[in-house]
Structures are given as structure tokens and as C-alpha cells.
């Protein structure tokens, strides 16, 4: 160990430890609210119900066993929810079992009441919507809709059988029809099945992929987003502008469709959407809420679903996240960066216009607000520079947290660094935001970590983020804070929360690698600082975080000296399945980690599960391969069956673990 090293004040299973967040539902009557509680890996349904709403479980799961919890689903008449247990299948049809279970797993939706009790099996798949009358539950298996019984006195079945891919199952309000999706490759379409007359139609079918199908409150249409397609392989490339989609209505007996608005060009001509899976509203006053960024930055509008004009209702430079519409349609409840670029905040939103209204503010991040059906009542996330995710409920004019005790004892709170926010600039002048960490009670120069996150398409906040997989990155700055590091967090270009232009930056990713850029800035801004040891600089990251960890090294290893590169991506052609001769291959191949590997001279931790559905496990096969044929220190840490986003909390442990000891042996 160097002399540098702290032993930090707290371990990384006790910065961990609090139970983590996830699918916060309210159910359609009687006011109860349920949600995911995944606590060291352990992941339970909870539910809450007024006055009080103090969350309770009401599954009784006990370990570590890698098997997810999500979508919920209520019922009716909030007696029971519906949830998913278990993960997607990958290509050979397998399904996630991390912790290696003998006999399998498999993904499926069961029912459990909201009072406590068994939970029952309903049948294989996902996706469940449950329908209006109470009776039945419609979910996906096999890309195909499927039905079963809530009473559970009939196995599951097939409902209707229909081409392509099926998913997004939807019932019309009176509970008489199936609205879903079907992917075709190249273009979609949205089908409806009649039940009583068993037969399945398609509304307004065209060459393009039509998406996000809402029904209107009386049943009597479908609102959906058609989204051009040019019937080419997909090539990831900014999108500042292209081929202008548009909201169409179509009539449900009919068939019919019928434009009622349609994206100007240039800016917002591409799709952008907003966080979860619903697009479109119908609101009150005959109005659809949607997502456009016609002026760079992504916000909420309201267009009459007759056709006309779109009013946008949050103007300004923010960005718009989540968005849910209050029972009676007059108001969204929105969260946004408004006024507060690194955080999140909740705003209330009048559908017929006028200037949002602040519902929370300060140094906290308030997100993913849903609407209550008792009077008044709003559940959301929250949290802060010191405190993890959690759910809270705002009713009367007081604020009630839903799980009170869910932060442990010994969960480090005052430990905690408050990280600060810095901006910098690369090279080719763009701006970019971070967070800094600095450690408490250093003395002289310290050492520093970059910290990657990635997707591209995020933004790390000044505190707890509201993503399982950021949450834990944020436990893990903190840690390697308190260890002595310096950690600065990087929001490079082609994240989100900066406007259109910064997200959809030229030469991004495969087609240029100009991220580099903000690497190489954020390793000069730490050398420029008194405090930081210049000679010590290190990098980590996931996923596209990865990639640019691989970038740092490969093509800076004289500013970085070290790396954590947990499941990266080093070889744009490969990842992206681009053949030898096509125009982008070389491109992609050049804006790759693999492309400079004559450079690359600092040791490595490669970490990576060999079920990874979002990047391919070759990726790190192949680095490895390579570097060592360069005689570059690599040090390996394989997860057996273990996916991209970790599902065993212990995988996180000993991937954290891992790379806390490997930084301290070369920094």
C-alpha cells in the first residue's frame, strides 16, 4: 500500500447497505403507493396506505439470489399488485441466474395482496397490464400476448397469436380490447385485439416505426408517435436533425389514422423522449401531452388531439425528465434540472399553460413523482448529497418518508462528502460539468480518480443519483473519497442535461471518439490543482464509462496512470456489428480503445460478467488478449453468469473491493 492510503472510516458493505428504490406505483383507487425495496440485494414489494404510509413488505424474499422485482401492476381496486419476478432472456434463451441455481430460473409474473400472503403465480413472461374489469392480467411471453385469470382458476394462455415482436400491452378503459406493439425490424405497428369478437386489427399501418400508443379516456381512439424509417441498419451517429416525426390519432373501429401534429426540421425533428414508458397523455380539455426539444432542450407541450397548434408548457434552459398527469388532467407533475442544472427538482404544471410552479427545491433531488389517487397526495424519490434514494409522500402540507428506517444504523451518513460542483473546458472549447470529491482530512498532495459514468445518455448529480447502477458508482466515489482520493465525476459530452447539442455531440462515440476530449481535459483540470498529486492520477468507469476509461489509457497513459474498466466497450466494429468495406467501419474502428493500443502503458482491472446482454463479452476477451501480447499489466475479475448491471449486491461488493485494492497498489 502507498503512503498515501487511508483506511477509510466505514466499509463498502456499510456505504451499500440501504435499501435502493425502484418502480414507485400508485394504485388507481383507495391511495396506497408500492414500490421495489432491492436491500443488499434482497428485493421485496412494498406497499404504504394512507394516513399514515409507512411501507411495509408484503413479500417475504430473503436472499441474495440475483432474481429481479418490476414492473408492478395494481389491481382495480388496489386489493392486490402484480409484479415480475426474474429477468429477460438473452439470445440462447436463458434466462439471468447469477447465482448459479441448479435447477434454472425464470421470468414470471405473479399477484400477491396488498394486505400480506402468499404471492401466486399467474405465468411466464413480463410486462403484466391488468385489466380494467379485474379479472384477468394481460403480459408478454415469448414476444407473443398472453392472458391468465386473477383468481388463478385457469392456467395461463395464449390470447391471440400475431406477427412479429408484441409487447406493450395495453387495455382499452372499458376492459374490451388489447392495445399492443408489434415490431416488424424495419418499421411497427399497433395492433388492437377485440376480445369479444377475437379478432386483431392494425390501426393506420405505414413503412415507419409507430410507438408509445396511448388510449383516449373514452376508448374510442389511440394516440401513438410515428417515428420515420429508412430501413437501414441503425447507425449511432449524432441526430441533431433528420426526417421529422409526428403525433397521429387513429379511430379505433375504423382503423383511420390521422395527423395532428407533426416536428418541424432541424432542431427536435429526431425523437427525443422523456424518462419511462409512456409518451403520451390525454389530458383534460381534449388536449395530448407530449415530448419535443424544438428549441434544444427537451420539454413538455400540449397539442388539441383534433389537431393545431402546440403550447409548450416549461419554457426555458432545462430539461425535462419525468412527467405524470394528476387524475383530473389539468396538471402534470414534472421533474426537472429548472434552475438547478446538476440536481433534479419537482415542478407543478398546468396543461392549459402558464408558468410552472416550484413543488420542491434546495440541495436535495426530488424525481419520478406519481400522482396519489387520495386528495393531494404525491409520492416521488428523494435524496441528497448525504442521503440514498427513498420514498416520500407529500400530502397536506407535510412530507412523510414511506420507510423510515430503511437507512441502516450503521449506514455512514456523517461521512458523507458534500461534492462540489466544477466546470471545465476541453480543448475544442465545449464546456463540461463534474463533481469533485475531495477527501476529508487530507494533508499535502493527494491522488485522484476519474470517475466515467456510463450510457452515454446520463448525468450524474450533486448527490444520490435515482438509477440503481449510479447509485452504487456515487457509494463507491464516496468510499474512495474517504480512502484519501480526490474523485472528480465527469459529465462528458454526449450525456444528458445540457440541451441537444451537448448530447448529440459531433464525433461522438463510433463516429469520431470526441468524448477523448473531455478525458484529456479532466485529467489536466485535476493537475492543475494544488491539492492533487499530478503523478497520480487514475480512471474508472462502466459500460460506456468503460470505453472511456480504455480511451484514457490507450491514448493518455502518460496523464492517467491506472484503470477500473468494468465492462467496456473497445471495438466500436465488433460492438456494433459493422462489416469490413462498409463506409463507418473505419471510423468506428478509429475512434475505438483497440486503435491505439501502441500507446497504452498503464495497468488495468478489466471486470466483466459473462452474461452481459448490453455489451459483449468479447469486448474484454480481446483487450486482454491484446494488451498482454503488449506486455500491459492486466489484472482480470470475471463474473460468472452475472449480467451488465449487476444483479447479485455481492458481485458489487467484490467488484468495488477489487478495484479499491488495485488502485491502491499502483496509485
Not at 392494425?202 to 388510449?215: G, K, M
Not at 441498419?233 to 379511430?251: C, F, H, L, Q, Y
Not at 419525468?322 to 415542478?347: C, F, K, Y
Not at 474498466?565 to 468495406?581: A, M, R, S, Y
Request: hydrophobic share 40%.
Amino acid at each position: 500500500m502507498s503512503a498515501f492510503a487511508q483506511q477509510p472510516p466505514f466499509t463498502l458493505e456499510q456505504v451499500l447497505s440501504a435499501p435502493f428504490p425502484t418502480d414507485l406505483t400508485a394504485a388507481p383507487s383507495g391511495g396506497r403507493i408500492a414500490w421495489v425495496s432491492n436491500a443488499r440485494g434482497v428485493r421485496n414489494v412494498m406497499v404504504a396506505e394512507p394516513p399514515e404510509y409507512r411501507g411495509r413488505a408484503v413479500t417475504a424474499y430473503t436472499a441474495d439470489d440475483g432474481q429481479d422485482i418490476g414492473p408492478l401492476a395494481w389491481t382495480p381496486d388496489a386489493s392486490a399488485v402484480l409484479y415480475v419476478r426474474g429477468g429477460s432472456a438473452n439470445r440462447a434463451g436463458e434466462a439471468p441466474n447469477p447465482a448459479h441455481n441448479p435447477r434454472g430460473e425464470q421470468q414470471a409474473v405473479w399477484i400477491v395482496p396488498a394486505s400480506g400472503g402468499a404471492p401466486r403465480k399467474l405465468g411466464d413472461g413480463a410486462q403484466p397490464a391488468v385489466s380494467p374489469k379485474g379479472d384477468r392480467v394481460a403480459f408478454v411471453r415469448g414476444n407473443q400476448i398472453w392472458w391468465a385469470r386473477l383468481d388463478g382458476k385457469s392456467p395461463a394462455a395464449h390470447a391471440f397469436v400475431a406477427r412479429g415482436s408484441c409487447g406493450a400491452p395495453a387495455w382499452s378503459p372499458d376492459g374490451s380490447r388489447i392495445l399492443f406493439v408489434s415490431g416488424r425490424g424495419d418499421h411497427s405497428l399497433i395492433g388492437v385485439y377485440d376480445v369479444a369478437a377475437d379478432a386483431v386489427q392494425y390501426v393506420d399501418p405505414s413503412t415507419d416505426f409507430d410507438e408509445y400508443p396511448a388510449w383516449s379516456p373514452d376508448g374510442r381512439s389511440i394516440g401513438f408517435i410515428r417515428v420515420p424509417s429508412d430501413g437501414l441498419r441503425p447507425v449511432r451517429k449524432p441526430e441533431r436533425a433528420g426526417e421529422p416525426w409526428s403525433i397521429r390519432v387513429a379511430d379505433v373501429e375504423t382503423g383511420k389514422g390521422r395527423e395532428i401534429w407533426h416536428a418541424g426540421t432541424g432542431a427536435g425533428s429526431v425523437f427525443r423522449e422523456i424518462a419511462g414508458d409512456r409518451q403520451l397523455f390525454w389530458a383534460a380539455g381534449g388536449r395530448i401531452v407530449f415530448p419535443w426539444e424544438g428549441d434544444g432542450w427537451t420539454h413538455v407541450y400540449a397539442v388539441p388531439a383534433a389537431g393545431g397548434e402546440a403550447v409548450r408548457l416549461t419554457p426555458g434552459a432545462f430539461e425535462v425528465e419525468d412527467v405524470a398527469l394528476e387524475p383530473g388532467g389539468t396538471e402534470l407533475m414534472i421533474s426537472s434540472n429548472q434552475g438547478d442544472i446538476d440536481r433534479r427538482h419537482l415542478w407543478r404544471v398546468r396543461v392549459a399553460g402558464g408558468q410552472p410552479v416550484a413543488v420542491t427545491s434546495g440541495s436535495g433531488i426530488e424525481c419520478r413523482p406519481v400522482r396519489v389517487s387520495a386528495p393531494g397526495a404525491i409520492a416521488y424519490e428523494h435524496s441528497d448529497a448525504q442521503h440514498p434514494m427513498r420514498v416520500a409522500v407529500s400530502i397536506g402540507g407535510r412530507t412523510i418518508e414511506a420507510d423510515p428506517g430503511a437507512i441502516p444504523a450503521d449506514f455512514p451518513l456523517g461521512h458523507m462528502v458534500a461534492p462540489q460542483p466544477v466546470v471545465f473546458r476541453a480543448a475544442d472549447g465545449v464546456e463540461i460539468h463534474g463533481q469533485l470529491f475531495l477527501p476529508p482530512h487530507a494533508a499535502g498532495r493527494v491522488p485522484a480518480v476519474v470517475f466515467f459514468h456510463g450510457g452515454s445518455r446520463r448525468q450524474m448529480l450533486l448527490g444520490w443519483h435515482y438509477m440503481t447502477y449510479y447509485s452504487n458508482a456515487y457509494a463507491f466515489n464516496q468510499y474512495l473519497a474517504n480512502s484519501g482520493y480526490a474523485v472528480l465525476s465527469v459529465n462528458y459530452r454526449s450525456g444528458i442535461g445540457y440541451g441537444l447539442d451537448f448530447r448529440e455531440a459531433l464525433g461522438y462515440g463510433p463516429a469520431g471518439g470526441r468524448e477523448y476530449a473531455d478525458v484529456k481535459a479532466a485529467a489536466e483540470y485535476l493537475r492543475s490543482r494544488a491539492e492533487i498529486d499530478p503523478a497520480r492520477i487514475g480512471a474508472w468507469g462502466g459500460s460506456y464509462g468503460g470505453y472511456l476509461t480504455a480511451m484514457a489509457l490507450a491514448r493518455s497513459s502518460d496523464l492517467y496512470r491506472a484503470g477500473v474498466d468494468l465492462h467496456g466497450v473497445h471495438n466500436w466494429t465488433t460492438e456494433l456489428g459493422i462489416p469490413k468495406g462498409e463506409p463507418d467501419y473505419k471510423l468506428a474502428f478509429d475512434s475505438s480503445p483497440m486503435a491505439f493500443l501502441d500507446g497504452w502503458r498503464s495497468p488495468v482491472l478489466l471486470i466483466q460478467g459473462d452474461d452481459d446482454r448490453n455489451v459483449q463479452f468479447n469486448q474484454t476477451v480481446m483487450l486482454a488478449d491484446a494488451l498482454r501480447r503488449r506486455n500491459v499489466r492486466v489484472e482480470e475479475l470475471v463474473f460468472p453468469d452475472e449480467i451488465h448491471d449487476f444483479l447479485l449486491w455481492k458481485s458489487w461488493i467484490r467488484a468495488y473491493s477489487a478495484a479499491a485494492a488495485f488502485l491502491a497498489r499502483v496509485l
